[in-house]
């Protein structure tokens, strides 16, 4: 550029007192110089302002994948924002599971009845995340959380879907890879049971504490297929071979009922 | 558990003597203090030009801050040319059509609103530019001076502000047709004049 403009271009364009033909020339001069452009006359407060509203929306955090994606299912803002959460509370549990899995898939692959040990743990470790994803002891945030309108089962419910699919979802990937399963159906036999399970510690909780409940259906769990591993004439795996799934699919169903009846008289 | 936690781009050093390029580049890696600095250093001069488009201030502020808010959010779309030092008529660009989309909304509130289309620009935009930029020096300020207010806007919409036809007519609220007419009748003014 081999020239510039002058202070008294620059003043007349800046409070408008330019002719046309001037503040065209002006205009476009300054497309290509910074320098000339750096020269008129900034209101400070007014910038101060401007940028303090757009920090305001630039400084927003950015929302998580995972909030995200359940935003596009459909979900209301506040149920995304406790299902995103709960992972933050549950992420030990999470790796736990992994690791239960993994120890429990070499047994299978390793000893001659090691399969047994799976079939001990696959319905246990999603009622073992339910029991750690509510409550006093586990939640750092409970005293908070339970004085909010969201607070009591429905929050516990919530919770209990965040903790089920990826248990349930860590369980079939390690069913899927069981040695030999005699059909692709055996693989997922153990989903009912685990299923009731869970039902059965949330019926249980209306009277005991969350953990306690779990526990105590987990002790339960383990003490039948106990007995049946001591018994004569069966075998542990009755409890998750196809003629035992209709039952399961009964006892689930009635649970389920009996959740869905209390939850009615207590909204009503 | 760091584990989990997504590891935070780095973002390229900045300071506020930085390049337009630069800048835009730590923007784009999520720095908000890079938009502050673009902030700083463009708002004044695009503010005093917007001023000459729109009298009403509320618009132009709002205009203002739709214009950083979409260099926030599309600061990776701008590609400088090699030894680009200097962003400003990315950001006219971006401020002018923002400006009209302010102007519209004000207008047909009650109507829905309708995306811009692409429409031809009139005439070579940059070779015109050049002849511009020494409007005062040369012998075209004469020219312009002679121009009625009417056709002198139609060119400074078209030509300087770089719009569409469409988007020249709505700046300037007359229909699209008025534009073209006024554009063509300003170049022969000026030609004549010239030659």
């Known amino acids: ?268 | 558990m760091k584990l989990f936690r997504r590891s935070r781009r780095r973002a390229p050093s900045f300071g506020p003597d930085s390049s337009d390029p630069e800048l835009l580049a730590a923007v784009a890696a999520g720095e908000s203090d890079a938009l502050e600095i673009l902030h700083r250093r463009h708002t004044p001069w695009l503010r005093a030009r917007l001023r000459y488009r729109c009298s009403d201030t509320d618009q132009l502020d709002a205009a203002l801050q739709e214009t950083f808010l979409a260099v926030w959010r599309n600061a990776g779309s701008y590609a400088p040319r090699p030894g680009d030092t200097d962003a400003g008529a990315w950001l006219w660009t971006i401020a002018i059509r923002q400006l009209i989309s302010q102007l519209r909304k004000r207008a047909n509130r009650w109507i829905a609103d309708v995306d811009p289309e692409p429409y031809e620009t009139v005439g070579d935009a940059s070779a015109e530019d050049l002849v511009l930029l020494n409007i005062e020096h040369g012998p075209l300020g004469a020219a312009m001076h002679s121009l009625s207010p009417e056709l002198r806007a139609a060119i400074q919409a078209t030509v300087l502000d770089g719009l569409t036809v469409r988007e020249a007519a709505q700046i300037l609220q007359i229909p699209e047709g008025t534009v073209k007419t006024r554009v063509m009748r300003a170049k022969a003014r000026l030609r004549e004049a010239l030659t």
Not at chain 1, 118 to 142: E, K, M, N, S
Not at chain 1, 206 to 217: E, I, N, P, R, Y
Not at chain 1, 221 to 233: P, Q
């Open chain 1, 1 to 268: 550029m081999n020239w510039h403009l002058t202070p008294a271009e620059i003043r007349a364009y800046a409070f408008h007192t330019a002719d046309d033909v001037t503040a065209m020339s002006v205009e476009a001069h300054l497309m290509h110089c910074p320098p000339c452009r750096g020269l008129l006359p900034a209101d400070e407060d007014w910038i101060e302002r401007s940028w303090s509203e757009l920090r305001d929306v630039v400084d927003r955090p950015r929302a998580h994948p995972v909030e995200r994606l359940l935003r596009a299912l459909g979900l209301g803002d506040a149920a995304v924002k406790l299902l995103a959460a709960t992972p933050q509370l549950y992420r030990a549990w999470l790796l736990s599971t992994v690791l239960v899995l993994a120890c429990a898939l070499g047994a299978a692959h390793a000893l001659p009845s090691g399969s047994l040990v799976f079939y001990f743990t696959a319905p246990i470790l999603p009622l073992a995340g339910v029991a750690l994803a509510y409550g006093r002891g586990v939640d750092p945030a409970h005293t908070l959380t339970s004085v909010t309108p969201m607070a009591g089962q429905r929050l516990l419910f919530v919770r209990t879907c965040a903790v089920l699919v990826p248990a349930v979802i860590l369980c079939t990937l390690a069913a899927l890879l069981m040695p030999a399963p005699t059909t692709p159906w055996s693989a997922v036999f153990w989903l009912l049971p685990a299923l009731t399970l869970v039902a059965g510690s949330l019926v249980l909780s209306q009277w005991a504490h969350l953990s306690l409940s779990s526990g105590a259906v987990g002790l339960l769990w383990l003490l039948c297929l106990t007995a049946l591993s001591g018994a004569e004439h069966l075998t542990p795996l009755a409890m998750v071979a196809p003629h035992a799934q209709p039952w399961w699919a009964v006892a689930l169903a009635a649970l389920v009922g009996a959740l869905l009846i209390r939850s009615r008289m207590r909204t009503s």
